[in-house]
């Protein structure tokens, strides 16, 4: 395993103690500098301690704090007097300017931090001048009304902020009429307000949205946006003219951020504003991309473990997309990504490419702040569930089932959504990997796989929605688990869920249901039609039996004996709805019609998988719905699109359902001495290949050596014992073969009988014999066989019968009446044919023989018998 003795993050790492706060404070991670000038913000913002200890120092940052103390410091042709900040969304803008102002607020403590000791080091500098002045101008915070300060002084324009904040009482009456009377001094007043106060930094944050409240408040003719923006074009002159002195200016990015009444009045303020900073500013971008991690890491956890715990980790994951290296992108294998990997530790590079790439253009998502108020509540989740697939922490650990994480996840997407994470991420998909079971649901792949669909959905238009099959792998996928398996999942999903959609090969999910919901109206109404179920199932069972060959095949007849009784293999494919499958098949072993079957043995019977058959019913169900819409009005109505993905749909359903059958019907049954036995098919590799019933049964019987086109004339002297019991009609041979279990299942019962007799005949095994010709070591013809009198018989001499016995001495005696004397008369005819003595003795009571004594007498006298009368 890839995973063998590598640790998760919950092992290894250790976040801060705020990211286990119960419901976790947004504000923790939202800086506001008008509220750190207050010291009313965290801690984590106020003291410059701690806020240095976890601030990561970007290369952009350290460039960019050199470049202010340089020019505060006085260094000639150093640093630069007007910076503009921008970055997209929560790029790190206001942290950045919250360092710059404990830098002029707190320099001794400031100075002692790691990072700047190195800044002071490249400037030949032991210590941050002590008497730099700061003033903080955050648009958000201050009020486009009067304010009345402590000591009296009423405050109502951002020149007069800034008067005051650098001079106290005494600044602010260089500007007093022009801040009472709301127009914009000139740049030589604004240069001799400033040039007695150096070194001095002016931080602008949120200055847009100053712009945006200072609309309202009309001033003469003009208004006091007009009045500022002439006022900030005047200040940048000034400050480039005041050695000492640094002027920052937060901007976004683009106008998507500026919270105008519309989108036209909100392009227009924004780009007013960077024309008038643009003869004089440096753009700066406080955050890279790949910065962000060391910002991540810093921010949130405490330590991230040992180099040799991140590097196990990660060479895991190398060695995991170099096995399945087919299925992720080719530059997961560089040096460089590998690097991007140890840098992103514990979290995945995906995960953070989402965030920024994906959700940082969004209006509603700021990139560092939305990515560490997200990531601290996926962070509670997984260190509190002690997840076993944190390796690294990944898309997929955005867990959509905590109400904080998916209100985040929320803010980017309509209100709407939410039902739809609740019915297909949460409900649907779950079921779907369930029901797949097994690692699907140990992994949790159905719920990850649609959650990942469902992040990658977030767009702005700048980028294609949806992600590719890759890019779910990649978000979703660690170590040990096969890749191929979410093409499987990803397969269910899109027949399930209602509003995931795929087009161009990306996933998605939208606001408006997808053909699934249309598709299983149609298939509720065919779930309760049995009987069309059950015809097209008997249909579709008929299509992959494969007609021809060896077998007549006959598909689920209700009832046993319905099963014909043929002299030739037969096929029974029984019915998923037979409950007790032995009985049925005993039963149909036994009786043809009302009689006795007289083929047992060319039956073969092949049984349904039972735990395949929901799944099978569940395609089945989807594709008989697909052609009814295809058939529907409603289909015509479809966008080309939709009706491609329908047609497409219903060539995968049939190909899935033919496949499914043809793996559900895998077991095969033979008659034997006692019932029917199964045929195991598991121990015959070429089984798998059939395309038909008929090819996997006959695949699964010869590969056991049952079904046989040939038998030897030697097996048939064996088995029919001639010389010993005698003559065998050659009808019989081929009723005992096709009848008695047991005995191989012949092809063809009469060929290959009759090609055994011949064989036999010719080699003198057996001879042959009809009531005038008798075959032995000879060629026998075939119209010879085919007579009813044809028996086999031995060709061994009948042995010699028994010698007579001796003769003996015999009396025979006849008693009979005169009138009875024919068969004297004839046996005296059969007398004729031996030697011997013959007594004729005759009985008369009566008298009567004395009337014809002298012709006795004589006649018996005349022939030399001897005549005695009494």
Not at 335 to 348: G, V, W
Not at 717 to 722: G, P, V
Not at 796 to 821: E, I
């Amino acid at each position: 395993m890839a995973t063998k003795g590598t640790k998760r993050v919950w092992e290894v790492c250790e976040p801060h103690p705020d990211v286990f706060a119960r419901d976790p404070d947004p504000s923790v991670f939202a800086i506001s500098l008008h509220h750190v000038e207050q010291g009313v913000a965290d801690k984590d913002y106020t003291d410059p301690e701690t806020f240095f200890q976890k601030t990561f120092m970007t290369k952009s940052l350290e460039r960019l704090l050199e470049g202010v103390l340089a020019r505060l410091a006085g260094a000639e042709g150093r640093g630069t007097p007007i910076l503009r900040l921008e970055t997209p969304f929560g790029g790190g803008k206001t942290h950045t300017m919250t360092a710059l102002f404990h830098l002029a607020r707190h320099p001794e403590v400031v100075q002692e931090q790691e990072a700047v000791r190195r800044i002071l080091t490249t400037l030949n500098r032991q210590f941050i001048p002590s008497d730099i002045r700061v003033a903080v101008l955050d648009g958000r915070g201050l009020d486009v009304g009067e304010r009345r300060t402590e000591d009296g002084v009423v405050i109502r324009t951002l020149w007069g902020e800034l008067a005051y904040r650098l001079g106290g009482k005494d600044g602010y009456e260089l500007l007093k009429d022009a801040d009472k009377d709301r127009q914009a001094p000139g740049s030589d007043r604004l240069t001799k307000l400033l040039q007695p106060y150096q070194p001095f930094v002016i931080l602008v944050d949120e200055f847009l949205e100053y712009l945006i409240k200072a609309r309202a408040v009309k001033v003469g003719e003009s208004s006091l946006m007009e009045q500022t923006c002439t006022f900030l074009g005047a200040l940048t002159a000034s400050v480039s003219a005041c050695p000492k002195t640094v002027l920052v200016v937060a901007l976004p990015a683009s106008s998507l951020e500026v919270s105008a009444e519309d989108s036209e009045t909100a392009e227009l303020l924004f780009q007013r504003t960077r024309k008038l900073l643009g003869r004089w500013e440096l753009v700066e971008t406080p955050v890279t991309q790949d910065e962000v991690f060391g910002v991540l890491r810093r921010r949130l956890f405490h330590h991230t473990g040992t180099e040799r715990e991140r590097k196990k980790t990660v060479e895991a994951f190398q060695e995991y997309y170099a096995q399945y290296s087919r299925f992720f992108p080719e530059r997961f294998l560089s040096p460089e990504y590998r690097q991007r990997m140890l840098d992103a530790y514990p979290f995945h590079p995906a995960l953070i490419d989402l965030m920024y790439e994906r959700w940082g253009p969004h209006p509603q998502f700021q990139r560092t702040r939305g990515a560490l108020r997200l990531l601290a509540l996926v962070l509670r989740r997984v260190w509190n569930q002690r997840l076993a697939s944190a390796f690294l922490i990944q898309p997929h650990h955005i867990d959509l089932s905590d109400r904080h994480i998916r209100g985040e996840v929320l803010r980017l997407l309509d209100s709407g959504f939410d039902a739809i994470i609740a019915g297909d991420v949460l409900q649907k998909a779950d079921e779907i990997e369930r029901g797949l079971g097994g690692d699907y649901a140990r992994e949790r792949l159905g719920k990850g796989a649609a959650s990942c669909a469902f992040y990658y959905s977030v767009t702005t238009g700048t980028r294609e929605i949806g992600a590719t099959e890759e890019e779910i792998r990649t978000a979703l996928l660690r170590p040990d688990i096969n890749p191929a398996m979410v093409s499987e999942v990803l397969g269910r999903l899109r027949d399930g869920l209602w509003y995931l959609r795929y087009r161009d090969h990306r996933y998605y999910f939208t606001a408006r249901p997808n053909l699934n919901k249309l598709i299983l109206d149609y298939e509720q109404e065919i779930a309760h039609d049995s009987e069309r179920l059950a015809n097209e199932f008997n249909q579709r069972l008929e299509e992959i039996s494969g007609k021809g060959g060896t077998f007549q095949i006959i598909i689920a007849r209700s009832e046993p004996s319905d099963v014909p009784d043929r002299e030739r293999p037969t096929l029974v494919v029984l019915s998923p709805e037979v409950k007790d499958e032995q009985e049925w098949m005993n039963k149909a072993v036994q009786y043809a019609g009302e009689s006795i079957r007289r083929n047992k043995n060319m039956l073969v019977f092949l049984a349904p998988r039972k735990e395949h058959m929901p799944e099978v019913q569940s395609i089945l169900k989807r594709w008989l719905a697909i052609q009814t819409l295809m058939k529907s009005s409603s289909f015509q109505e479809l966008e080309t699109d939709d009706k491609d993905q329908v047609r497409g749909q219903e060539r995968d359903k049939e190909k899935q359902l033919k496949t499914l059958l043809l793996k559900t019907y895998s077991l095969l049954y033979r008659p034997s001495g006692e019932g029917v036995q199964e045929v195991p098919a598991q121990s015959v590799p070429e089984a798998i290949k059939a395309k038909s019933l008929t090819e996997f049964a006959d695949a699964v019987l010869r590969g056991h050596g049952i079904l046989i086109d040939k038998i030897a004339p030697e097996f048939l002297k064996e088995i029919l014992k001639i010389d010993k019991c005698g003559p065998v009609g050659v009808r019989q041979v081929t009723e005992l073969l096709t009848d008695v279990p047991g005995y191989p299942l012949l092809a063809d019962p009469p060929e290959a009988v009759r090609q055994a007799i011949q064989e036999g005949v010719q080699k003198s095994l057996f001879a042959l014999e009809t009531d005038d010709n008798f075959y032995s070591h000879q060629t026998v013809p075939t119209s010879e066989l085919q007579r009813p009198d044809a028996k086999i018989v031995s060709t061994t001499a009948p042995p010699p019968p028994p010698p007579p016995p001796p003769p003996q001495a015999l009396t025979l005696r006849v008693r009979t009446d005169t009138q009875m004397l024919y068969p004297i008369l004839r046996g005296a005819q059969q007398l004729l044919k031996v030697t011997a003595q013959v007594l004729l003795e005759v009985s008369d009571e009566t008298g009567e023989l004395g009337k014809i004594r002298d012709e006795l007498d004589k006649l018996f006298k005349d022939y030399g018998c001897t005549v005695e009368w009494q």
